[in-house]
């Protein structure tokens, strides 16, 4: 089974991605290798077409009225204990209880639910959703879906762009805060795809993870691996165990 290691890396994807606003420049090609994209100021205009919204309406008044809010994941909501995110799963897949397996984190102490589900995202292929649970809370934290070989066997770097490319339209329509948003971002093992914050600063972030190869005129190729999606409480300060300062 494959180990959830997710809330620090986002950490630093916040960190390397907050620069400023950043609109999607649409570079991102069929084929299966794709030219790394630059950066882009803002005023692009969002793509059009997407799937069933994972955001609902923020409640807010003045520059905030269009701003989403990110409260989980369908049924699951941030803050719930396991047995309610289980009960939400079921019910959100139409899935037995035993397809949902357990796994733990000994370095973050903290716990997952994991469930694969096929055509998350329509003609997507098979997605592995995982369920983190809080250190000290032990409530939801966070909520990722992956996309891979791992996930589907039948699963091709075309289909990998296809299922990004629909994503990031979707989310570029959200309404996240502008000032949060970023596309088209080289990270180190891939680009991020999207990321976006609500009010209260709780966030999406798409990542595709790949290769990158140098091509002719030093442009920098990917061929992607992987998809990951994550909606995430607390990205910059995530509820895992860190030892106290002073011990060590």
Do not use: C
Not at 98 to 125: C, R, Y
Not at 134 to 154: E, P
Not at 219 to 233: E, G, K
């Amino acid at each position: 089974m494959r180990k959830i290691y997710l809330v620090p890396a986002l950490v630093g994807l916040l960190t390397s991605v907050a620069a400023g606003p950043l609109a999607a420049q649409g570079v991102v090609p069929k084929q299966k290798a794709a030219q790394a994209p630059k950066a882009a100021a803002a005023g692009a205009a969002p793509a059009a077409g997407a799937p069933a919204a994972a955001t609902t309406e923020a409640p807010s008044t003045g520059a905030d009225d269009k701003v989403k809010a990110i409260d989980g994941f369908r049924s699951a909501k941030f803050g719930m204990s396991e047995a309610d995110v289980r009960a939400a799963m079921i019910k959100d897949f139409n899935a037995k209880p035993d397809v949902i397996k357990a796994q733990d984190n000994a370095s973050e102490l903290t716990h997952s639910i994991l469930m694969s589900v096929p055509e998350l995202l329509p003609n997507g292929g098979t997605a592995e959703l995982s369920y983190v649970f809080g250190y000290k809370s032990k409530s939801l934290i966070q909520v990722g879906a992956v996309w891979s070989k791992g996930t589907d066997a039948a699963m091709t770097p075309e289909k990998l762009f296809s299922n990004a490319n629909i994503l990031r339209a979707h989310f570029m329509g959200e309404g996240f805060k502008p000032d949060s948003i970023a596309v088209n971002m080289p990270v180190a093992g891939g680009i991020v795809m999207f990321r976006g914050s609500d009010a209260k600063d709780r966030s999406v972030i798409l990542l595709l993870q790949g290769t990158f190869e140098n091509k002719e005129n030093n442009q920098r190729v990917l061929t992607p691996t992987s998809l990951l999606l994550f909606y995430v409480a607390d990205a910059k300060s995530p509820d895992i165990f860190k030892l106290p300062p002073g011990q060590f």
